[in-house]
C-alpha cells in the first residue's frame, strides 16, 4: 500500500473548509477574490484529493524538469548549471497541477525550468512596486545600512530546496527579490529529490522501505481507481508520512552536504526549506477522505457513527480547489475578463447546506480524526522511529554545517486550525527537535518600523523557533500577469535566511562560521520579544539590529536604537553615528 507522501510547501492553505463565515461565503473568481475556502496562492500540491492519501501522489506523477540555476544579484547575469531545455521541447502533461508552466506568448508568467524562475528573481517585472509598504520599509533599512557602509558584496551561495516549481520561485523572490539587504549573493533553486542509491545509503532499511513507498510513480493506479482504505490503514499511511517528511530533510542536507563544492564553491551557503508536514495538516486530508467516501464503505459508517446523523453529500469539488488556468493554451488572455460581482441575493438554501458540512468536517477531524491520529502517535514503536528520523536529520544538519552550510526551515501554517480542533501542539513541523534548524516562524506586523503592535500570525506552528520574520501581505507571487501578496512561512524562512546573508557579508570576522550566525540571528539583542507568547522564539527579528551586532558583537540594544533613530533624518550626521556604533575608521 502506498500513501501519498510528496513534501509539501508550507503555505498556508485550507484544503477543505475552515470554520471561518468569511471563507465560506462564495466569492467572485477574480485574481483580487480567489475562489472561496482555499487561500489565495497556495501551491496547489496541498489541494490533493482525498484518495490521494492512499495512492502516492499519483495525479502529479508526469515528468517534471527540476533544474539548478545560477545568479548573481545586481549583473543579471544567469549560469545554468545544465543546458537550458528548448522552450519548443516543452509538452504540457496531461495533469496541468505538475505541467511546467509553458512560455506563452501572451501570458509568460513562468518559463520551462526553475533557471528561468531564477531569472524573474532578478525582473523588476515580477517584483512588487517599490511603494508596496514592505518594499518601501526594507528600501529605508536598506539605506541606513548603506550610509554606514554595511551592506557589503556577499560572496556566499542561497540555496532553495523546494517540492514545486510554482512555489519555490514565490521563495526565491521573498529571499531576493524583497531582500535589498542581499546585495550580490549567487543562488540557486532545486525541486529535486535525492537519487534512490544515495537514499538507501543513508538510512536503515526499515526506513529506506517506507521512505521508497512514498515516493510518486507513475504506474500508480488514479486516486479515484482505488480502494477505499480502512480507518486503519489510513492511520498507518499517515504515521508513515509524519516520518518520511524528516527523512526528505535529511536526505536532502546529506545531498546538499556530498555536492557542497558542486553547488557553490562560496565560503557558506544558506539553505531554505519551505516545505513540510504536521499532523493537523494530516487530520485535514484524513477528515476529507473519510467526508468523501462512498455511501457502504467503513470510513462511510464510521462517520456517520461518530456524527451520529447522516453525512451531507458535499458538491463535486467541495470548494477545494482554485478554478484552473491553462498554461498550456497560448490563445488564453493574459488577463481573464473579471466576473460580474453583482451575484444577487446569496441562495439561503446553499449556504445553509454549506455550513452544515463545514460544521460536519469540523466535528469529524476533531473527535474522530485527532483522536486516533494522537493515540497512534503515541505508540512506542512511532516514536522510537521519529526519534531515530529526527537524531539523523540533527546529524545531517551537524554535518553541514562543519562544511558551512546553514539551513533555515518554514515552520508551518497549521496553527490555527489545530487550535480550532482543540490541540495547537498538532500544528508543529514533524522535524521540531532538530537542534541545528534553524525554524522560523511568521508575523504579523502593524506599522513597519515600529514594533509595538506586531503579532505573531494566526496561523504560525507551535512548536520551538529560533526567530520570527514578516508572514503576511508579502508580494511574492506571480499569477497570471500580476505580482500579488502572499502569506505563511514559507517566506519568513527565506526572507530570515537573506537576512543571514547579509549579517555574514558585515561582520567583523569575515570567517564567521554558520554557528555564530545563528547565535546573532537568534542573540536578545537582535530581535525584539512579543508579550503572550512564545511562538515567537527568541523574537521579532530586527534586521537592521543583526546587521549591527556583525559589525561589532560588543555593542547594546540602547546603542542601535539610538543610532537608529539618527539615521531617520536625510542629512543625519553619519560619522557621529560611526563613532557611536564603534565602526569609525
Not at 562560496?266 to 495538516?281: E, L, T
Not at 520551538?464 to 497570471?480: C, D, E, I, N
Not at 547579509?502 to 562560521?513: E, F
Request: proline share 9%.
Amino acid at each position: 500500500m502506498r500513501t501519498h507522501l510528496a513534501p509539501r510547501p508550507w503555505s498556508p492553505v485550507a484544503v477543505l473548509p475552515s470554520v471561518s463565515a468569511e471563507q465560506s461565503r462564495p466569492a467572485p473568481r477574480t485574481p483580487e477574490a480567489p475562489a472561496p475556502i482555499a487561500r489565495p496562492h497556495a501551491p496547489r500540491r496541498d489541494a490533493t484529493p482525498a484518495y490521494a492519501l492512499m495512492t502516492t501522489f499519483a495525479r502529479y506523477s508526469a515528468p517534471v524538469a527540476a533544474a539548478l540555476a545560477a545568479l548573481t544579484l545586481g549583473t543579471a547575469t544567469v549560469a545554468a548549471r545544465e543546458q537550458p531545455r528548448p522552450e519548443a521541447a516543452v509538452t504540457c502533461p496531461a495533469d496541468e497541477e505538475a505541467m511546467l508552466r509553458v512560455k506563452a506568448a501572451k501570458q509568460a508568467p513562468y518559463g520551462a525550468s526553475a533557471r528561468a524562475l531564477a531569472k524573474q528573481a532578478l525582473s523588476a517585472k515580477y517584483r512588487a512596486a517599490p511603494d508596496h509598504p514592505l518594499m518601501k520599509h526594507r528600501a529605508e533599512v536598506q539605506r541606513r545600512l548603506e550610509l554606514l557602509g554595511l551592506l557589503r558584496t556577499s560572496g556566499d551561495h542561497l540555496h532553495i530546496s523546494d517540492v514545486d516549481l510554482e512555489h519555490g520561485g514565490a521563495v526565491l523572490r521573498a529571499a531576493i527579490g524583497l531582500n535589498p539587504l542581499v546585495k550580490t549573493v549567487t543562488s540557486t533553486l532545486s525541486v529535486d529529490g535525492v537519487p534512490e542509491p544515495f537514499a538507501k545509503k543513508h538510512l536503515s532499511a526499515g526506513q529506506f522501505a517506507r521512505y521508497r513507498a512514498q515516493q510518486p510513480s507513475e504506474d500508480a493506479a488514479p486516486p479515484e481507481d482505488g480502494p477505499v482504505p480502512t480507518m486503519t490503514e489510513l492511520i498507518a499511511g499517515s504515521l508513515d508520512e509524519l516520518e518520511v517528511i524528516v527523512l526528505e530533510k535529511q536526505l536532502r542536507v546529506q545531498h546538499l552536504t556530498a555536492q557542497r563544492d558542486q553547488i557553490s564553491q562560496a565560503k557558506r551557503i544558506f539553505v531554505n526549506m519551505s516545505f513540510g508536514q504536521s499532523p493537523d495538516r494530516l487530520a485535514t486530508g484524513m477528515a476529507e477522505m473519510i467526508m468523501t467516501a462512498p455511501p457502504g464503505s467503513a470510513l462511510h459508517a464510521l462517520a456517520e457513527k461518530t456524527l451520529g446523523e447522516k453525512l451531507v453529500t458535499p458538491p463535486d469539488d467541495m470548494g477545494f480547489e482554485e478554478p484552473t488556468f491553462s498554461f498550456c493554451d497560448a490563445s488564453a488572455p493574459a488577463d481573464p475578463a473579471p466576473m460580474d460581482e453583482d451575484l444577487g441575493p446569496p441562495d439561503a438554501a446553499a449556504e445553509a447546506e454549506f455550513a452544515k458540512l463545514e460544521a460536519q468536517f469540523a466535528a469529524i477531524k476533531k473527535k474522530l480524526v485527532y483522536p486516533a491520529l494522537t493515540k497512534a502517535m503515541q505508540r512506542p514503536e512511532f516514536q522510537a522511529r521519529m526519534k531515530q528520523a529526527r537524531d539523523g536529520l540533527d546529524r545531517a544538519l551537524v554535518d553541514a554545517r562543519r562544511v558551512g552550510i546553514l539551513v533555515f526551515e518554514a515552520a508551518g501554517n497549521e496553527y490555527a486550525d489545530a487550535d480550532r480542533s482543540g490541540n495547537p501542539a498538532m500544528s508543529m513541523s514533524m522535524s521540531t527537535g532538530a537542534k541545528h534548524m534553524l525554524r522560523i516562524g511568521a508575523l504579523d506586523l502593524g506599522r513597519l518600523g515600529d514594533p509595538k503592535d506586531d503579532r505573531v500570525a494566526e496561523f504560525s506552528a507551535a512548536g520551538r523557533v529560533a526567530v520570527a520574520s514578516q508572514g503576511t501581505k508579502l508580494p511574492v507571487w506571480f499569477q497570471m500577469g500580476h505580482v500579488e501578496e502572499s502569506e505563511g512561512t514559507s517566506f519568513s524562512s527565506p526572507l530570515t535566511a537573506g537576512v543571514g546573508v547579509a549579517v555574514a557579508a558585515a561582520a567583523k570576522d569575515p570567517n564567521l562560521t554558520p554557528d555564530g550566525i545563528a547565535r546573532l540571528l537568534v542573540d536578545p539583542r537582535a530581535v525584539h520579544d512579543i508579550p503572550g507568547t512564545k511562538r515567537d522564539g527568541a523574537g521579532a527579528l530586527d534586521d537592521f539590529a543583526a546587521v549591527i551586532l556583525a559589525a561589532n558583537p560588543k555593542l547594546d540594544r540602547g546603542t542601535i536604537d539610538r543610532a537608529w533613530q539618527m539615521l531617520a533624518a536625510k542629512d543625519a550626521d553619519v560619522p557621529a553615528v560611526k563613532r557611536l556604533l564603534g565602526l569609525a575608521s
